[in-house]
């Protein structure tokens, strides 16, 4: 294999191609068809991102720092707060 001194890896974002309410929709449907919580914590995330990250979380009325932590992999979230977050996705 060869490789180029000055390569660089790209990362990949994928809040970046959640552009419209149906994209939205269909990753969120994707990720809650696996059954893992911590990838669907882990979309709910990606579409806040992709959404806007200060005014969903105006919206929940969670602090940033708590809404990462709610959605981490380490994270275990109420109802309350998932209805609240999906709510203020407007999914």
């Not at 660089?8 to 969120?28: G, H, I, S, W």
């Not at 959404?51 to 929940?60: E, R, S, V």
């Amino acid at each position: 294999m060869l490789t180029t001194p000055n390569a660089k890896l790209l990362t990949f974002d994928p809040a970046e191609l959640l552009d419209n309410q149906e994209a939205l929709q269909v990753y969120l449907d994707e990720a809650v068809q696996t059954g893992d919580p911590v990838f669907i914590a882990d979309a709910l995330g990606v579409i806040a991102s992709a959404k806007g990250m200060a005014d969903i979380t105006k919206q929940t009325g969670l602090s940033r720092e708590t809404f990462y932590r709610t959605l981490s992999q380490k994270g275990n979230p109420n109802l309350k707060t998932l209805i609240a977050i999906v709510n203020a996705l407007g999914l």
